[in-house]
């Protein structure tokens, strides 16, 4: 069975850190890795995507891709009070399905 | 781009009755759309995949005498709960693929509460 873990936290930083979220996932063969926010009570919001090994930048956000310690993480750098949410990774299989980790649910401190 | 919506946001109903749920691209075509659930404090459970034409793929443990899927077109899937009871209560959530890639947009999500 394919698993994603990730750490449920709860994460706290104070406002201007970095944040770093982490993920690892069971299937060799997976090629696609996403990472969703989603604040209580909405759904999802695709932050990420990344595809190949090493680092992808968007803004604040960082991606990083380690596919022979099979681990994904996300770092956002000069995190903001809006930034609190729960994290999502996601791991693409199969028929395109993404199968989730349970979330981490972060908060920035003011 | 990428804009998926749901319809309704939110619906209250009594227990027996049926619930339809639409979810909609609204700037591409969407081969695939996915059907899934959120209990609070929970991750998103997959419950279906839905091909536009052909019949939905349910995970297991899914009834899918229950969960109706219909994806008459490209744009268009509705998942409907037949005879919905209390344990049917859940966070609704579509999502479609773009192109040729493993990316999912996710629709705002449907509220169900069932009394």
């Known amino acids: 069975q394919k698993e994603v873990e990730q750490n449920s936290g709860p994460l706290s930083v104070p406002e201007g850190a970095i944040a770093s979220l982490n993920c690892t996932y069971s299937?060799?063969?997976?090629?696609?890795f996403f990472w969703y926010r989603q604040y209580s009570g909405k759904s999802p919001e695709l932050i990420m995507s990344?595809?190949?090994?090493g680092d992808k930048e968007d803004g604040r956000f960082t991606a990083q891709l380690n596919k022979a310690s099979q681990y994904v993480s996300l770092l956002i750098r000069d995190s903001q009070p809006s930034d609190s949410a729960t994290y999502l990774c996601?791991?693409?299989?199969?028929?395109?399905?993404?199968?989730f980790g349970s979330g981490t649910q972060l908060t920035v401190l003011p | 781009g990428a804009v998926v919506s749901q319809h309704p946001s939110w619906v209250i109903c009594k227990s027996g009755t049926s619930v339809k749920i639409e979810c909609r691209s609204l700037?591409?075509?969407?081969?695939?759309m996915f059907w899934y659930r959120q209990f609070p404090k929970q991750s998103l459970m997959l419950m279906a995949t839905?091909?536009?034409?052909?019949?939905?793929?349910?995970e297991q443990g899914v009834e899918k005498d229950k969960f109706l899927i219909n994806h008459a077109s490209l744009t268009l899937s509705t998942l409907t709960v037949t005879s919905a009871h209390p344990e049917d209560s859940s966070f609704y959530i579509c999502?479609?693929?773009?192109?040729?890639?493993?990316?999912?947009?996710f629709g705002p999500g449907t509220r169900l509460t069932v009394l």
């Open positions: 999502s479609a693929g773009q192109g040729g890639t493993d990316t999912q947009y």
């Open positions: 299937d060799r063969g997976s090629q696609s």
């Open positions: 990344i595809y190949s090994n």
């Open positions: 996601a791991v693409s299989g199969s028929a395109r399905q993404l199968t």
């Open positions: 700037d591409f075509q969407a081969t695939t």
């Open positions: 839905s091909n536009e034409g052909s019949k939905a793929t349910y």
